[in-house]
């Protein structure tokens, strides 16, 4: 086959086949990996308190995102795994596109005590109710069984 | 109010904290870890095709560009001088001369090894105006009798273990008296 000729058949090159190995990992850092080690043996939360702007981090964080200030040792505090539904939306279909047989309410979630707020999944059956400021609490992962990430919060239930 | 700390040095020294292999082997600390599925599938092209369909024959193939007076190896379905396309298939023989090499002591994937690698690049006889060949393993010398301008010779894998791919010739070796 020539250069000038019209190819018709996509099949006929040859193909290199192959799997790339782009494996993700993601340290959770120094105040992830104290978020999630506390969630791994305790019900509750860690949040960070910023005395400069008088406001409470959560998720914690090393550092206030408003003035820049380091948060010390002293001032993480424990707070309740419970908030007040904030935003949330119904999605049925998953990651890959494909449509879910039970469709799932996630939610953004503040969480009570603090200024933050986080993503949860609501379990529920009623699907079509407004859950707007609808308080909820984290039903998490038996003690032994939870591995340190997000996952260890299986799902929000309405209070 | 956000006072200006009085820094020695700026920016400041930050040491970071380093994640060892042990520290996620020993589960040591908290990470997600995802694997994710990357397939792909490559056209290599009718130029590149031939070429490594030749490979599993043994044989070296490389296309003429008539009006540059060219031998083109790797080939390719155009020439990058004129544009033109170019026409004959040439079988060329699997001699050539060193072109560049580098000695490395890294493998790979990167990782130092003891005794080095002899890679570079081959002109491949027949092939012209030169340089014109491609990049491989040279094999069967050491690092200090390797130099530019040597002659060498593929090694071919087994018949049965060819798969089309340019690893079908294992390495170059040193052709001693200039000819087979």
């Known amino acids: 086959m020539g250069f000038l000729e019209k190819q018709t058949d996509p099949t006929s090159p040859m193909h290199w086949r192959g799997d790339m190995q782009a494996d993700y990992f993601y340290p959770s850092g120094i105040a992830g990996d104290k978020f999630f080690k506390h969630l791994m043996e305790k019900d509750t939360l860690l949040a960070t308190k910023c005395k400069t702007c008088n406001k409470i ?101 309405v209070i | 109010m956000v006072e200006k700390k009085d820094y020695k040095e700026w920016p400041p020294y930050a040491p970071g904290t380093h994640v060892r292999e042990s520290d996620i082997r020993e589960k040591k600390i908290t990470y997600s870890w995802w694997e994710p599925e990357v397939q792909y599938s490559w056209s290599v092209g009718h130029a590149m095709s031939k070429f490594l369909q030749g490979l599993k024959d043994g044989k070296l193939y490389g296309i003429h560009c008539k009006p540059c007076k060219r031998v083109i190896v790797p080939p390719r379905m155009f020439c990058e001088y004129c544009f033109g396309p170019t026409e004959e298939w040439v079988e060329l023989k699997d001699t050539g001369e060193i072109e560049t090499f580098s000695i490395s002591y890294l493998d790979a994937d990167a990782r130092r090894i003891e005794e080095p690698i002899l890679v570079g690049v081959v002109s491949i006889d027949g092939a012209y105006p030169k340089p014109m060949g491609f990049m491989h393993y040279f094999g069967e010398m050491t690092k200090d009798e390797i130099k530019i301008g040597m002659k060498v010779k593929a090694v071919w894998k087994p018949e049965n273990e060819r798969e089309g791919s340019i690893t079908d010739i294992k390495y170059f070796k040193p052709l001693k008296g200039g000819s087979e």
């Open chain 1, 57 to 157: 981090l959560f998720p914690p964080r090393l550092y206030c995102e408003d003035c820049f200030e380091e948060i010390p040792e002293e001032d993480w505090m424990e707070v309740p795994a419970s908030g007040k539904v904030k935003l949330f939306t119904k999605a049925t279909i998953n990651a890959h596109g494909v449509k879910m047989e039970e469709p799932k309410v996630i939610a953004l979630i503040d969480i009570d005590n603090t200024d933050g707020a986080m993503l949860g999944i609501i379990k529920t059956n009623e699907l079509d109710k407004d859950f707007s400021g609808v308080k909820v609490k984290a039903v998490l992962r038996p003690k032994g069984n939870r591995e340190g990430t997000l996952k260890d919060i299986l799902y929000w239930q």
